[in-house]
C-alpha cells in the first residue's frame, strides 16, 4: 500500500499538469509521504512486538531474548524502512510519470530481490539492491564461531541492520536526486 500510495501522490499531478515549482515541490512531498509512512509502520510495529513476545511462550514458541535496544531498533527500524521505500516510490514516479509503470518498478526494486533470496536464488541480492533495507528488521546476529543456518528465510541478512537500510537509502537518494535533477530542467 506504502508503494501505491506513494507513486500516485505523485503521478497524479503529471495527470493534471499542476507542477508548479517541481523541485521544491518533490522535496515537500518526499517529506510528507515519508513521515506519514513512518508512522504507518512504526505505530504497527509498535504494538505487535510487544504482543507477541508476550503472546508466543503460551503457543510454545519461545523468541531469543535480545536487548532493549534491539527491540527498538525492529520497530523503529520498520518505520524508517516504510519511510524510504516510500520516498523510493515516490522518487520512481516522479522519474517515470506513468503510476503503473513506477509501482512495478518499485515492487520489482524492493520486494523481487527479497522473494528470490529467500527462494534461494542468491543472499547476494540482499547485499546489492534496495531490498537490503529489510536487514533492519533483523533482531539476531550471526556469529563465525557458531554453528547455524544463516539463511534469509531464517532471519539472517548478510548485512548488518543499520548497512542493509544504509544501502536502501542510499538508492532512495539517488533516485529522488535524479527525479529533482530532472524535474529542475524541465
Not at 1 to 26: K, S, W, Y
Not at 40 to 65: D, T
Not at 117 to 124: C, E, F, K, P, S
Amino acid at each position: 500500500m506504502v508503494i501505491v500510495v506513494a507513486v500516485t501522490f505523485v503521478t497524479a499531478e503529471h495527470r493534471r499538469g499542476q507542477i508548479r515549482r517541481p523541485g521544491a515541490n518533490l522535496a515537500a512531498k518526499s517529506v510528507a509521504i515519508g513521515t506519514v509512512a513512518f508512522l504507518a509502520g512504526v505505530i504497527p510495529a509498535a504494538v505487535v512486538v510487544p504482543a507477541s513476545l508476550k503472546m508466543l511462550p503460551s503457543k510454545g514458541v519461545h523468541p531469543l531474548p535480545v536487548s532493549l535496544p534491539t527491540y527498538l531498533q525492529v520497530i523503529v527500524g520498520t518505520g524508517l524502512l516504510f519511510a524510504a521505500v516510500a520516498v523510493l516510490s515516490l522518487a520512481l514516479g516522479a522519474l517515470i510519470k506513468r503510476g503503473i509503470v513506477a509501482i512495478i518498478a518499485a515492487l520489482a526494486m524492493v520486494f523481487l530481490p527479497y522473494v528470490l533470496a529467500l527462494a534461494g536464488v542468491g543472499a547476494w541480492l540482499l547485499v546489492f539492491t534496495p531490498a537490503a533495507g529489510f536487514a533492519i528488521q533483523q533482531s539476531v546476529r550471526e556469529y563465525a564461531h557458531v554453528q547455524g543456518i544463516y539463511l534469509p528465510i531464517t532471519g539472517y541478512f548478510p548485512l548488518a541492520p543499520w548497512a542493509g537500510f544504509g544501502v536502501l537509502c542510499a538508492y532512495t537518494a539517488l533516485a529522488l536526486g535524479l527525479a529533482m535533477w530532472r524535474r529542475n530542467r524541465l
